[in-house]
T-cell receptor
Framework: DAKTTQPNSMESNEEEPVHLPCNHSTISGTDYIHWYRQLPSQGPEYVIHGLTSNVNNRMASLAIAEDRKSSTLILHRATLRDAAVYYCNHVTSGTYKYIFGTGTRLKVLA | DSGVTQTPKHLITATGQRVTLRCSPRSGDLSVYWYQQSLDQGLQFLIQYYNGEERAKGNILERFSAQQFPDLHSELNLSSLELGDSALYFC??????????????FGEGSRLTVL
């Protein structure tokens, strides 16, 4: 099964950029990297995904290492509403097991 | 609103009982996923269905079972409940086809409390 490694927690000041790292050393060439976040008392929500190239959307940017063994989710200006648990994951090709790791709990300081 | 509906939102029951959790996926989504999240724990993948067929199974207990019906809604059945089964149960749906996994849309969850 796919395995990802993330720091348990991180802190950031409001309106500063945040870089959330993820190691996914078991990734194969066709696995997409996905990021989700879970706000308190809510179900997880999709943030961003990518395969090889860096990706940007209205919520965040995703930087993928050249060897694809790691990625970084970038929140350009953290707000208090970004305080959540952030999960990165990938699906091992052919298994369809969408497994989440333990995630990083992001605390944003006012 | 993700478009995924889960019922009931809250459920309190006793040990040894059986409950059924229901999930209606987003319109058109063929894939349904079930997850369990215990207090302060991560999301544990239970099972996935695609267009009525079981496609992947995680660490789902034998006391738990699920199915996806022709109208694509899914039910998760939990039997012989134990205190440790108390958790949030999430359903997610996806429009990804057989080729892979697309974006997952999660419901708000069903909170099960076993006393």
């Amino acid at each position: 099964d796919a395995k990802t490694t993330q720091p348990n927690s991180m802190e950031s000041n409001e309106e500063e950029p945040v870089h959330l790292p993820c190691n996914h050393s078991t990734i194969s060439g066709t696995d997409y990297i996905h990021w989700y976040r879970q706000l308190p008392s809510q179900g997880p929500e999709y943030v961003i995904h990518g395969l090889t190239s860096n990706v940007n959307n209205r919520m965040a940017s995703l930087a993928i290492a050249e060897d694809r063994k790691s990625s970084t989710l970038i929140l350009h200006r953290a707000t208090l509403r970004d305080a959540a648990v952030y999960y990165c994951n990938h699906v091992t090709s052919g298994t369809y097991k969408y497994i989440f790791g333990t995630g990083t709990r992001l605390k944003v300081l006012a | 609103d993700s478009g995924v509906t889960q019922t009931p939102k809250h459920l309190i029951t006793a040990t040894g009982q059986r409950v059924t959790l229901r999930c209606s996926p987003r319109s058109g989504d063929l894939s349904v996923y079930w997850y369990q999240q215990s207090l302060d724990q991560g999301l544990q993948f239970l099972i996935q269905y695609y267009n009525g067929e079981e496609r992947a199974k995680g660490n789902i207990l034998e006391r738990f079972s699920a199915q996806q019906f022709p109208d694509l809604h899914s039910e998760l059945n939990l039997s012989s409940l134990e205190l440790g089964d108390s958790a949030l149960y999430f359903c997610a749906s996806s429009d990804a086809g057989l080729a892979g996994v697309g974006e997952l849309f999660f419901g708000e969850g069903s909170r099960l409390t076993v006393l």
